[in-house]
C-alpha cells in the first residue's frame, strides 16, 4: 500500500489551501481514510478521520467549519479544503488509511497503519 499526499504550500492568513491524497495497491473505497498535522515541537494531531464508507466523519475542534473532507472512490483519492486558514494551521501534514477504523469520537493515530510522508504547509504573512 502506497499513500502519497500533495498540495502543501505557502499561504497568507485568512487563505485557502486545498491538500490531495493519493493510494496505490489497496480497495480505497473500504478503506478509512484520515489526514493528520504535525507542528514543530507539538505531537501529531488528528485533523479528520472518515470512515470507509463516509458515514462517520471525526474533526478536530481546531479545524471544524474550516475545513472539509471529500472521498472519491473512483479516483482512489481524498481531498482536505482548507478554508480561513491561521498561523496555527502551519504543520505537516499526513494522509493515513486504514482497514478497520470505524469512526466515532475520537481520531487516533494507532488506528491508521499506512502513512504517507507529508506535505508542508505554511501559514505567514
Known amino acids: 500500500v502506497t499513500v502519497a499526499e500533495s498540495g502543501g504550500d505557502l499561504v497568507q492568513p485568512g487563505g485557502s489551501l486545498r491538500l490531495s491524497c493519493t493510494t496505490f495497491g489497496m480497495g480505497f473505497e473500504r478503506y478509512a481514510m484520515a489526514w493528520f498535522r504535525q507542528a514543530p515541537g507539538k505531537e501529531r494531531e488528528g485533523v479528520v478521520c472518515?470512515?470507509?464508507?463516509?458515514?462517520?466523519?471525526y474533526y478536530a475542534d481546531s479545524v471544524k467549519g474550516r475545513f472539509a473532507v471529500s472521498k472519491d472512490n473512483g479516483k482512489d483519492s481524498l481531498t482536505l479544503q482548507m478554508n480561513n486558514l491561521k498561523p496555527d494551521d502551519t504543520a505537516i501534514y499526513y494522509c493515513?488509511?486504514?482497514?478497520?477504523?470505524?469512526?466515532?469520537?475520537?481520531?487516533?493515530?494507532?488506528?491508521?497503519?499506512?502513512w504517507g510522508q507529508g506535505t508542508q504547509v505554511t501559514i505567514s504573512s
Open positions: 472518515m470512515s470507509w464508507d463516509g458515514e462517520s466523519t
Open positions: 493515513a488509511a486504514s482497514g478497520y477504523y470505524s469512526g466515532g469520537t475520537e481520531c487516533p493515530a494507532s488506528d491508521f497503519p499506512f
